[in-house]
């Protein structure tokens, strides 16, 4: 058993709380991962504020991490001490009818239990002032330690800076594969990017790579339109500077339409509005955000009959194990950008700031 500091949430809508932990050794087909770096997303801070109905307390959250594994489990072959991985909060096990299925990257190996904050044989390897605490999205990387199953594992290049690559573990790589995977952006098209945060910037990214001629960035926060040009905005606007609806705005500036959109916020009015967006015809919308527990969708069935598409994405559509050492590659090779989405570097027991600085939008 290794005891090190771990970031714990005792109950929703409170701080995290450092914390001793105990971090028992990996069971079969688990790996124990020593984490060097971990980033903070606003899924985690969705959980702690008690509105996921997944949500179970006291728990240890954190799903953006990078570090070095540190022991295996009996059966374990993928990887060994001291390789460095990225733990994945969608697995790959290559077994599922999910993981053989091309259309999707939806592994449902350990779904039920990590669903409920539980290791695959239905326990946990957290303890903490005598109480069990659970696992988080399969990963809980707000731990110096943590243990995963051997399918949410994948190794990358032993080169790649931990405390950028983290990034891939999550929003860089959802936002990127929404604009390249679920959306296939094409040359020349018109793109929309609804939410400026980390991830509308990396679809941002991937629609520039994928060929965009025009993405436009919307976003009621002024301050982040300097960013989102840099990652290759053309054009940034705000629905509070116009009297009518955004996608009306949209459609008049764009003769009709956009041919992609991408709701990166969370907000199901925004998502309708990223829908009504669109081109007739051909215009699709992708929503990456995710809304609180209990929310619908709404548009008229005509925005559909007359030919727009409504899509959604899960970690960019990336096969997790095989596409994420592939990601760090490029990364490395400078295909893609991840360094400019660092805005700050605080260490450990200041991730209580870092959910600040996040809710603040800095």
Not at 15 to 34: D, G, M, N, T, Y
Not at 96 to 101: E, G, T
Not at 137 to 165: C, H, N, Q, R
Not at 204 to 223: E, F, Q, T, Y
């Amino acid at each position: 058993v290794i005891k090190c500091k771990a970031a714990v949430a005792w109950e929703a809508g409170k701080p995290l709380s450092f914390e001793e932990v105990e971090v028992a050794p990996p069971k079969a087909h688990e790996v124990r991962i020593k984490i060097v770096a971990t980033a903070v997303c606003h899924t985690d801070a969705y959980t702690l504020s008690g509105a996921d109905p997944e949500g179970c307390f006291p728990v240890i959250l954190g799903h953006e991490g990078a570090g070095i594994v540190e022991s295996v489990g009996e059966g374990v072959t993928k990887v060994k001490p001291g390789d460095t991985v990225i733990p994945l909060y969608i697995p790959q096990c290559k077994e599922c009818k999910f993981c053989k299925n091309p259309k999707t990257n939806l592994c449902q190996k350990i779904r039920i239990t990590q669903g409920k904050g539980l290791m695959p044989d239905g326990t946990s390897r957290f303890t903490c002032k005598g109480k069990q605490v659970y696992h988080f999205m399969g990963t809980s990387t707000f731990s110096e330690y943590t243990v995963v199953a051997d399918i949410s594992v994948a190794k990358i290049d032993a080169a790649a800076p931990l405390d950028k690559v983290c990034l891939l573990g999550c929003g860089i790589s959802t936002g990127y594969g929404a604009a390249v995977n679920t959306a296939k952006v094409e040359p020349g098209s018109t793109c929309a990017v609804f939410g400026l945060g980390g991830v509308g910037l990396a679809v941002i990214m991937g629609c520039k790579i994928a060929g965009a001629s025009r993405i436009i960035g919307i976003d009621i926060n002024k301050d982040k339109y300097v960013k989102a040009k840099e990652f290759g905005a053309t054009e940034c606007i705000s629905p509070e500077d116009f009297k009518k609806p955004i996608q009306e705005v949209l459609v008049e500036m764009t003769d009709g339409g956009v041919d992609y959109s991408f709701e990166c916020i969370g907000n199901v009015q925004v998502m309708r509005a990223a829908l009504e967006a669109c081109h007739k015809g051909w215009g699709v919308s992708v929503i990456v955000g995710v809304a609180a527990a209990g929310q619908e969708i709404s548009t008229r069935p005509f925005q559909l009959v007359t030919g727009r598409t409504w899509k959604g994405t899960a970690f960019g559509g990336w096969k997790s194990v095989d596409s994420v050492p592939k990601l760090v590659a490029d990364y490395m090779s400078k295909k893609i950008k991840v360094d400019e989405f660092v805005t700050h570097t605080l260490s450990f027991n200041k991730i209580n700031e870092a959910f600040e600085l996040m809710h603040t939008g800095k």
